[in-house]
């Protein structure tokens, strides 16, 4: 169904998890060393902090609500520090309200009870990420349209649009290798890497719903550039003074 | 003058007959009267005189002398010219305060009171011009208290609290009666004992606070010896003192609904707190079942670890539920709009249901339409009508058919079984929360099924409707969502 666990080469990536439930934090630890991953455990954000300290892991996963100090102050904690990903394991789902907030700090989250290949598919989609810079503010692509995929939004001639998860996941893909031809199959793999029913056509589709929302012209695409056979290429039009 | 005086508030009381006006004199007009008499006065005795002195003159000389009967007629003419002359005069000079009076009368009842009359004198014009005078002040001033009372009676807002409007009731009939003292007491008003009126010192003034129902309260207070005091002014007072009351009781209603409103607001964040927790404190353990059973049954396969998987999943379900009907209700609700294959998932929330016992169809016509839904919450659906078509179905086979709507940009999904069907008269009510059919208080689950799913796919800008009844033999769903038609590399 999914890539299987951390089996490449080089060394294990390390993975801290951050959990009050002493139950969950074993049997998680557990199914991740059986795939490959180097873990340490924390039971509240303070411990969490203090092992930090001694050495950065590759991700985090964090429970969202905790006695001591909830998730959501343990992930912008994080964060101030360096910008590790945090993968949240919560009780809330994609409607919640609250999910914006998780939006905010995390670049992932899964709810409780998890299924343990859709977490282990959600760890390597992430893990895969890792190697794309993108900038962490604003990208400006050109006088109409600028990205701004932490935020997952988009300003377009002026006005913000909201970007979904998938949007800025795909966007994001593209940006890491921005005016070069990113393949469909890539696509795919970024956006729907943890379900095994996609199939390039998703990837199509919402290729199209996107350039309704951020080109100027949705049949006439200068920003996002199809590349017939192969894949996509976003393209920046007129950059900017460089000391923007 | 206590008539003029009650006119404006029409007072309950007051609408006993009326005593019918006194009628002085003939229809002829007071200056007419008197011009006649002057002129009657003063030329009755000449022409009497007249009349002797020619009679006279008869007599002495046998004939009358016309030379003196021209004198006499020249003397009378003379006469009637200087009376009626005088006459006119005299009568201008008298009715003229009369006509003042009857003036600034007119202009008081048109409503003009400040208009006063002077007379020099104590005559009984004077006292006539007076007692006008002191009509036209007492009307003044009751209506100056009038509109001092409505202005006060307008100026209290229900959220001032009690003790402010109290406190302004309070000043504004101090001021507005002219007493020296004033309090408002509440509660019941035999508790404050009636003051005796002893001549000389401060009077006594008293109003209940009435309501149709209930006394409120009472007013309390003390005028100067020397103001006058009449019915009027009691009236006055009264319908003072029951607008208060109104005041009161609008403030303690007021005051009611708005402890209520708040009860409710904390209650219903009381209640999404307790879901949250609910939610957290059973999701914990069940994450812990879940996993472990999940864990074990993947090192050595046992159906028993099967089934514990299955049943965490449905109480996971369950608890997804609550939560979503507290978001629904709250308006936290924010579907994500993602693009999906519909039949993959129907496939999948059939497995994850574990109905083995039960034969299930799909038939996928989608076509390369792709919806666009939140991942999520559409499983939610899915489970909850594929588990009630598992458990009302008796057990028929369950079919499913997902096919696109081009003209509508929609995907159906219609999910069927060959149970009893919903009965007529619960087609309307199945859709409410805890609505549970004809299995009553005895069916499983929450009732909250088909009320969440609805609730949820119209969030999504979908639908969720019953199929007439002609069109299956048993009971059949239709999720509808928008949708996308399929897309070439483009």
């Known amino acids: ?244 | 003058m206590s008539d003029a005086g009650r006119r404006p508030l029409d007072l309950p009381g007051s609408t006993g007959t009326r005593p019918e006006p006194l009628r002085i004199g003939p229809s002829m007009s007071f200056r007419a009267r008197l011009t006649l008499a002057l002129v009657v006065g003063a030329l009755l005795p000449l022409t009497v005189f007249g009349v002797v002195l020619l009679i006279t003159e008869v007599i002495r000389t046998g004939n009358l002398d016309t030379t003196l009967v021209q004198v006499v007629l020249f003397v009378l003419a003379a006469a009637i010219i200087v009376a009626v002359s005088f006459a006119y005069v005299l009568t201008n000079n008298l009715t003229a305060p009369l006509k003042a009076v009857s003036k600034a009368v007119e202009r008081a009842s048109a409503g003009d009171l400040s208009v006063r009359i002077e007379v020099a004198g104590e005559d009984e014009l004077a006292r006539l011009v007076e007692s006008h005078n002191r009509l036209a002040g007492a009307l003044e001033q009751r209506n100056g208290e009038l509109r001092r009372i409505l202005m006060a009676i307008g100026e209290t807002s229900p959220r001032d609290g009690l003790e402010r409007l109290v406190a302004h009731a309070t000043r504004s009939a101090r001021a507005a009666f002219g007493m020296i003292d004033t309090r408002i007491e509440l509660g019941d008003p035999t508790m404050f004992p009636i003051e005796e009126d002893i001549p000389g010192e401060a009077r006594p003034v008293r109003a209940v606070l009435a309501l149709p129902d209930e006394r409120v309260g009472v007013l309390l207070g003390h005028l100067p010896a020397t103001r006058g005091w009449d019915a009027a002014d009691q009236d006055l007072l009264e319908l003072y003192a029951s607008e208060v009351a109104v005041a009161i009781r609008n403030l303690e209603l007021f005051d009611q609904v708005e402890r209520q409103r708040q009860r409710l607001v904390e209650l219903d964040q009381a209640k999404d707190e307790f879901l949250r927790g609910i939610s957290h404190n059973l999701q914990t353990p069940l994450t812990s079942i879940r996993a472990y059973a999940e864990q074990m049954g993947a090192e050595k396969p046992d159906q028993r670890l099967g089934i514990i998987v299955e049943q965490s999943d449905r109480l996971y379900r369950i608890v997804r539920q609550l939560v979503a009907t507290s978001r629904l209700e709250s308006g936290t609700m924010r579907p994500g709009k993602e693009v999906l294959a519909i039949a993959p998932r129907v496939r999948r929330a059939w497995d994850a249901l574990g109905a083995s016992g039960t034969s299930f169809e799909l038939d996928d016509e989608t076509d390369g339409w792709l919806a666009i839904a939140d991942p999520d919450q559409l499983d939610q659906v899915l489970w909850a009508l594929l588990d009630n078509a598992a458990r009302y179905g008796g057990g028929a086979p369950i079919r499913a058919r997902v096919a696109p709507r081009p003209n509508e940009q929609r995907l159906a999904i219609t999910i069927a079984d060959d149970g009893p069907g919903v009965r007529p008269e619960d087609r309307d009510r199945i859709f409410e929360r805890y609505e549970r059919g004809a299995a009553g208080v005895r069916a499983e689950g929450t009732g909250l099924g088909l009320y969440v799913s609805r609730s949820l796919c119209q969030a999504m800008g979908g639908d969720l409707i019953l199929e007439p009844a002609s069109t299956s033999p048993g009971a059949a769903f239709t999720i509808l969502l928008p949708a996308e038609p399929p897309a070439m590399e483009s």
């Open chain 1, 1 to 244: 169904m999914l890539a299987g666990g951390w089996r490449g080469g080089g060394a294990a990536p390390r993975i801290l998890i951050v959990d009050d439930d002493p139950n969950l934090l074993v049997l998680l630890a557990d199914q991740l060393r059986n795939d490959g991953f180097e873990i340490q455990t924390a039971r509240d954000g303070e411990e969490a902090l203090r092992r930090l300290d001694g050495g950065w892991p590759d991700l985090l996963i964090v429970d969202m609500m905790m006695s001591r100090m909830d998730g959501l102050t343990l992930a912008r904690e994080v964060k101030a520090r360096a910008d590790l990903p945090i993968i949240v394991l919560s009780a809330i789902d994609t409607a919640d309200s609250k999910a914006d907030l998780l939006e905010e700090v995390a670049e992932d989250y899964v709810t409780k009870p998890y299924h343990y290949p859709e977490l282990r598919a959600r760890i390597a989609r992430v893990m895969r990420r890792l190697g794309d810079k993108v900038p962490r503010r604003e990208l400006v692509l050109g006088p109409e349209l600028t990205l701004d995929l932490r935020r997952k939004s988009a300003t377009v001639r002026g006005e913000s649009v909201q970007l979904t998860p998938t949007e800025s996941r795909l966007l994001y893909a593209l940006a890491a290798n921005l005016g070069n031809t990113v393949s469909t199959e890539t696509l795919l793999d970024r956006g729907w890497g943890d379900t095994d029913d996609a199939d390039p056509s998703y990837v199509w589709v919402t290729m199209r719903r996107l350039r309704q929302k951020i080109e100027p012209e949705p049949d006439r695409p200068v920003h996002l550039v199809t590349v017939r056979g192969v894949g996509y290429r976003l393209v920046q039009h007129n950059p900017p003074a460089p000391s923007a």
